[in-house]
């Protein structure tokens, strides 16, 4: 069963535009990460956020955690072509080991 | 090799056919998952080995899925009397320490199987 759903399903936006996706998750978690798929690439981690941790920043992505609300949101800013892809959130890992995605965003990013 | 590799990269069978489905993990990764992903899903968890050892299975959806990694490298997910419900993206994932361990969990290309 799927742990997260992400909002929106589908972000079409321009190049240099930044793009939101939020995620909002059902029980408790240790961390929450943010995986990100594409043709070309597979699945590929992005970043990893820690339940004790509001917000994280890598490179051009930041991602914020709200624990009491279950949700978190991924900002990626000034967008660009190559973002094209779907953005999945997923709990557990680590001592939970396996993983729970949500349904994922699909990001388009017009040139 | 640098990642994870899976073969084949498709897969067409026919409904009642068995299929063998191979991951080749990073290079000394203690733990190994299978994920299912349908499509216009995201990937849903099937089963975990911390090295041979098959720990967790409860994501397999019937008994005609199988999974092992004997020598504690190489698995096989293998598909017994496919149905078209089976049609979907396999993913294999290694992560370098075992289960209890905080560590990134690193995906192969995937199998798209298509059962006709």
């Known amino acids: 069963s799927q742990q997260g759903e992400e909002d929106p399903q589908a972000l079409s936006i321009q190049e240099g535009e930044n793009a939101t996706m939020n995620c909002s998750y059902k029980?408790?978690?240790?961390?929450l990460q943010w995986y990100r798929q594409n043709s070309g690439r597979g699945l590929v981690h992005l970043i990893l956020?820690?339940?004790?941790?509001r917000e994280k920043h890598s490179g051009r992505l930041r991602v914020t955690l709200d624990t009491s609300k279950k949700s978190s949101s991924l900002l990626i800013t000034a967008s660009r072509a190559a973002d094209t892809a779907s953005y999945f959130c997923a709990t557990g890992g680590g001592s939970n080991y396996k993983l729970t995605f949500g349904k994922g965003t699909l990001l388009t990013v017009n040139p | 090799g640098a990642g994870v590799s899976q073969s084949p990269r498709y897969k067409v069978a026919k409904r009642g056919q068995d299929v063998a489905l191979r991951c080749d993990p990073i290079?000394?990764?203690?733990?190994l998952f299978w994920y299912q992903q349908a499509l216009g899903q995201g990937p849903e968890f099937l089963t975990y080995f911390q090295n041979e050892a098959q720990l967790d299975k409860s994501g397999l959806p019937s008994d005609r899925f199988f999974a092992e990694r004997p020598e504690g490298s190489v698995s096989t997910l293998k598909i017994q009397r496919t149905q078209q419900e089976d049609s979907a993206v396999y993913l294999c994932a290694s992560s370098q320490l075992g289960r209890g361990r905080r560590d990134t969990q690193y995906f192969g290309p995937g199998t798209r199987l298509t059962v006709l």
């Open positions: 290079s000394g990764h203690v733990s």
């Open positions: 956020i820690r339940s004790n941790e």
């Open positions: 029980t408790s978690i240790n961390n």
